[in-house]
């Protein structure tokens, strides 16, 4: 199977083995004899024992044994990497240490809006662009939070370039920690320092300044970076997978997020519709077992419902591939690539009809 592109990023709704096929592009990729390295959100315990990162931490890349090629596996942890930038890019080790010791970024900063997205933004471009694999396999939270991963390079521009940081870097408090606003009211510059210690807390008004202005020279590598990321994900060499579930309640979804991805002008590759039941043909016999088969029998007729209406609504040119459901979900080396051999011929099938 031919990916066609140096960075392949795997994106759709939670709950459709997003991330399990992932790997298994992953296995497929680097048994073709591409170095590979997967990135990954949060896979599930069997998932994380299958590939051999079950006691990952810290963004650590784990060779993968036993795949016929070269493949790297990794966990992606936001924290990890925000505390990887303050001791790379911080201007000297004091800077360093009123950071990393500052309790505002200890306790609130790694789970603020944005931040953990945009710091999965920083850690793919840091792989990226060190060279060290010859493809990289993505995969992406579920879709609302997929959709800030993507954005997050635009957001954290827009913040830098908004008033708002110049407030923040403002010199809001004085030598002894009082408010400068305040200091020269006297009795009643106390009072509001007390009510806004009662209402706010004080230590975290100053833990908040003394964060934004020790991080400050930090901030324009950080729109460097986010525009060359922008750059990246919207390269010749990067390529969007689209998973999602069968049935017709998944199409408006899919739809949607096609049509984002467009929007930001990001190169679509297949849509996979994964899990989809078989059709069963025949009629159900009256045994006690019959509840059961007239369930399944209707989940295959939505489920093909579902294909037939989703390929009229997309462009026709854009590739939608089933993938069946199941037996069992992937628990090892052997079950994911099969899998990935299945992915790579239904791939294969559907580029064929399509030229």
Sequence with gaps: MDLGSRLTVVVGSGGVGKTTLAAALGLRSAAAGVNTLVMTFDPSRRLKDALGIGNAEGNAELAVSGTGGCLHASLLDARATFDDLVARYAEDDETRRRILGNSYYRHLAGHLGGILEYMAVERLFEVASSGRYDRIILDTPPTTQ???????????????????????????????????????????????????????????????????????????????????????LAGEETRFVLVTGAGEARIPDTLFFARKLEEAGYRLGPVVVNRVHPNVAGSVSGDKNSAGQRLFRWLGDRDQRGLVALRELLKSEQSLVAMPLAGDEPTDLGSLDALGQELERRWVDEALRSS
């Design 146 to 232: 997929a959709i800030d991963f993507l954005e997050a390079p635009t957001r954290i521009v827009d913040f830098l370039d908004s008033g708002a940081l110049k407030i923040a870097l403002a010199p809001w408090f004085d030598a002894e920690g009082g408010l400068r606003a305040t200091s020269r009211l006297g009795f009643v510059g106390r009072g509001l320092e007390q009510f806004l210690d009662r209402v706010v807390g004080m230590q975290l008004l100053r833990d908040m300044s003394e964060f934004f202005r020790a991080f400050g020279p930090l901030f324009g590598g950080f729109r460097d970076r986010a525009s060359e990321t922008e750059s990246l």
